[in-house]
């Protein structure tokens, strides 16, 4: 922006927004250069203490896909059934532009950036905390799709040559069928042309 430099940056960080016990306790922070090996080694250790029950993975710096991930790959080499808990909230960057010249004002700009925090415990969460954002590490069916739906199956158009018949496709090429049929009727065609033209 001309005519505006930045002057002042707070930034708002964002709470754990678990209920208690899942708010003070051990948080990995998951950015986007962070090493799988050493994060799933460390909780690893962690859980080698039977007191240790759960543990929180946060993205920071805009990297919730990195956590997501990371989770995933932790409770797919876990030997144990886990118990997973996703909530996102949003952490603030307030930036303040001041106005080199007199007569404007200055701006604000907030910037959102979204955080998640995912719960991993060895224990089922209690049940009044239970939501369709939870879910067990032991689960295969595929979420908000009932367990007998299946999806049509398109029908595999019928191959003539190099040619797939009934794919709608105006640009591929005609079956030698097709092909004697358009001689035939460019040879109908002329004929009624040159008679014409000798009627004439």
Known sequence: MDNYIPADESVE???????????DCK?????????????IQHVDRFFEDDSNRFVIFKS???????????V?????????????WTKITYSKRVVLWKCLMEGPR??????????????????PFPG?????????SSDREIAFRPLNS????????????????????????????QRKKEMKERSELLKEVENSSIGE
């Not at 920071?60 to 990371?70: F, L, M, P, Q, R």
């Open 27 to 39: 948080t990995m922070n998951v950015g986007k250069n962070a090493k799988f090996r050493h994060i």
């Open 150 to 177: 299946s999806r049509p199956k398109k029908p595999t158009p019928k191959k003539v040559g190099n040619r797939k018949v009934g794919d709608g496709n105006k640009w591929s090429k005609p079956s030698g069928e």
């Open 72 to 84: 995933e790959v932790f409770k797919s080499q876990a030997k144990i059934e886990l118990y997973q």
């Open 128 to 136: 009044e905390f239970s939501c369709m954002s939870m879910q067990c």
């Open 13 to 23: 960080e964002a709470e754990n927004p678990f209920p208690d016990p899942f708010r």
């Open 106 to 123: 200055d701006i604000r700009a907030t910037i959102e950036v979204p955080v998640i925090f995912i719960v991993v415990s060895k224990d």
């Open 60 to 70: 920071i710096d805009g990297a919730t896909d990195k956590a997501i991930s990371c």
